[in-house]
């Protein structure tokens, strides 16, 4: 069957330092792999989109990576800060759809 | 400004009253979906569609129904709403296909069924 999986326990991490999330896959060729931000009560905002072409790609504080022989990407936000806590959903794209993993949780400590 | 809105936002019912929740947007998508999110569940797609009058069910469409008789607007239909629809739900929409494009979500509506 097909997985998503990220990391169910949060990631607490100090002020200043790199978080690094993981996203695997499973029965999944996606040629496209997304990275969302969630606030609590509130609606998923798109960060990050990055094709099956591309190894790495960056945003300001943010760098994603898709390695489709490991089925794994990394979403990296370096030199964090609180307003970073949140949780960070991968999603891929497959059959029209995009599937959603169910997210990994950021505790960003000042 | 360019965004998805949802309407109402909260909403407590009782089993079986029928119900929609409407869902717009303002930026011509073509793709537009609807999940839901469950505590441990995660987002789950119940309903998209690619284009007007053109509607396909996700992972989790039992007991819903949608319509897409317009670009703009894809409303969520219970017809008989039962507790384990009890639940967030997020509409979303992007320029083509999902997974190819940034989804936009509207702000959510918060659904109990009692």
């Known amino acids: 069957s097909q997985k998503i999986e990220q990391n169910s326990e949060a990631l607490n991490i100090q002020e200043g330092k790199t978080a690094t999330l993981t996203c695997n896959y499973t029965?999944?060729?996606?040629?496209?792999l997304q990275w969302y931000r969630q606030d609590p009560g509130r609606g998923p905002v798109f960060l990050l989109l990055?094709?099956?072409?591309?190894k790495e790609k960056r945003k300001e504080r943010l760098k994603v990576t898709f390695d489709t022989t490991l089925k794994q990407s990394l979403f990296h936000i370096t030199a964090s800060q609180p307003a970073d806590s949140a949780t960070y959903l991968c999603?891929?794209?497959?059959?029209?759809?995009?599937?959603f993993g169910k997210g990994n949780q950021v505790v960003v400590i000042p | 400004e360019a965004q998805v809105t949802q309407n109402p936002r909260y909403l407590i019912t009782v089993t079986g009253k029928k119900l929609t929740v409407t869902c717009s947007q303002n930026?011509?998508?073509?793709?537009m979906s609807w999940y839901r999110q469950d505590p441990g569940l995660g987002l789950r797609q119940i309903y998209y569609?690619?284009?007007?009058?053109?509607?396909d069910k996700g992972d989790v469409p039992e007991g819903y129904k949608v319509s897409r008789k317009e670009k703009r607007n894809f409303p969520l239909i219970l017809e008989s709403p039962s507790p384990n629809q009890t639940s967030l739900y997020f509409c979303?929409?992007?320029?083509?296909?999902?997974?190819?494009?940034?989804?936009?979500f509207g702000p959510g509506t918060r659904l109990t069924v009692l």
């Open positions: 930026m011509n998508h073509e793709y």
């Open positions: 990055i094709r099956e072409n591309e």
């Open positions: 999603a891929l794209e497959g059959n029209n759809r995009l599937a």
């Open positions: 569609s690619m284009n007007v009058e053109v509607t």
């Open positions: 979303a929409s992007s320029l083509t296909l999902a997974g190819r494009n940034e989804q936009f």
């Open positions: 029965n999944y060729s996606p040629a496209y």
